[in-house]
């Protein structure tokens, strides 16, 4: 069987570990950590940096196709293994998913809204007129996640010394929004006439980091068909080959607009696993093999609900499962990282209901058990 490449070995690694081997393949996981979620379920684990030379040339060497599950990898390194094998999505999506400024730039010019935002490179950026962006929020161009690397600001002073503890770095300035719902769609795309989208999740935030995606969306089937629409559009206009997730902002007048991409599959995909007709690391797997995307249909209402280290004891002790696991419509999905921390996303688990609400009224109650 064909070997795969992945850059990278977390939890979206670990779930495309395990659908690329379901489907026959075999595969070779690349990441610095010993301890990868990924690497126990890999084929091959080149425990390297992502830019260690040999461990690039033997992923080259061995490896039909290439992917990541993390947009933070070298670009020039995708680039670079891209001239002697298949490489998806390329290092140039990569590079502009990896930086909000060139990111924004592109949401733009493929015709899709964004929040009014200043892109900033030096202190000297914020001297003009801030009252466009403000109130808003200063985020790191690179490096950010679960709202790390981002300070709320009211005021021009506000955004100058949030600028400086940041430590100078490129950021964007961009306006606080007020938010009706945040929802996703995750498109797969090979070429222009095979792409596939998933229905649009509805997610809910708790201190910036994702919390629960309720699908399908409680929103119009006009909207959602919208979100899905744009997610199309932008994966065209990058010729982007792989698992591209959008997230949007829905404002008041129903009006969405992108809030960023990510070049892979998304935590709020996870629910594709229990609930898709094909879920979204298989369909990372077809798409990198130049394989057509196979069906995306909701195959029953859903609620994910992710699991952080918050749960686990003081000791490192597992929360106790007995009620969740006895729930007949949960799945439980844990990612096997040894150290539980506070916001450090350990694992999630599926409720499956004939109806949204339902699901989610149970998903939400099994909360109070753990
Ligand atoms: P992720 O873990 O999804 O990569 P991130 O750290 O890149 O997150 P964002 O998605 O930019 O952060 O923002 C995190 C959350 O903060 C958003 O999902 C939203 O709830 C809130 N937020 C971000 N930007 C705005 C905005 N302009 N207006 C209102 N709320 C916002
Ligand atoms: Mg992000
Ligand atoms: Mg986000």
Redesign the pocket.
């Known amino acids: 069987p064909a070997m795969l490449g992945i850059l990278g070995g977390g939890q979206l690694g670990r779930m495309f570990v395990t659908a690329a081997k379901r489907m026959g393949y075999r595969v070779t996981v690349l990441d610095p950590d010993a301890n990868a979620p990924a690497a126990e379920f890999a084929d091959v684990h080149l425990c390297a940096p992502f830019d260690d030379a040999a461990a690039l040339k033997t992923l080259a060497d061995s490896c039909a196709a290439v992917t990541t599950e993390f947009e933070n990898v070298n670009a020039d390194a995708m680039r670079q293994l891209a001239k002697t094998t298949r490489v998806s999505p390329s290092g140039d999506c990569v590079a502009i998913a990896q930086d909000r400024i060139a990111e924004k730039s592109w949401v733009r010019k493929a015709g899709l809204p964004t ?1 009014p935002y200043l892109a900033l490179e030096q202190a000297a950026d914020l001297a003009g007129d801030l009252a466009d962006y403000l109130p ?2 200063l ?1 790191t161009a690179r490096l ?7 300070v709320r600001v009211k005021t021009a002073d506000e955004a100058r010394e949030a600028f400086a503890s940041l430590g100078g770095q490129a950021c964007v300035l ?4 007020d ?1 009706k719902l ?1 929802v996703s769609a995750i498109v797969t795309r090979v070429s222009t006439a095979q792409v596939a989208v998933f229905p649009v999740a509805e ?1 809910i ?1 708790k201190d ?3 919390d629960e995606s309720i699908v399908p969306a409680r929103i119009a089937p006009e909207l959602a068909a919208r979100a899905q629409q744009y997610a199309m559009q932008l994966a065209e206009a990058l010729d982007y080959v792989g698992v591209l997730a959008v ?1 949007f ?1 829905v404002l008041g007048d129903d009006s969405l607009v992108v ?2 991409i ?1 070049p892979r599959p998304h935590n709020s995909g996870h629910y594709t696993i229990d609930a898709c007709a094909t879920d979204q690391y298989q369909q990372q797997v077809r798409a990198m093999c130049g394989l057509l995307p196979g069906k995306t249909d909701l195959l029953s209402p859903i609620v994910m609900v992710n699991l952080l280290g918050d749960v686990w004891g003081e000791d490192g002790g597992e929360p106790n499962w007995s009620v969740l696991m006895e729930a007949p419509n949960t799945q439980l999905h844990l990612y096997g990282k040894k150290q539980a921390r506070v916001g450090r996303k350990m694992g999630h688990y599926c409720v499956l209901a004939a109806g949204v609400d339902d699901a989610l009224e149970q998903a939400r109650a099994l909360k109070d058990t753990l």
């Open positions: 929040a808003g929020i985020k950010g996640y679960d709202g790390k690397g981002q961009e306006k606080m929004l938010l945040e997610n935030h910036g980091i994702l997230e902002f809030n960023e990510a």
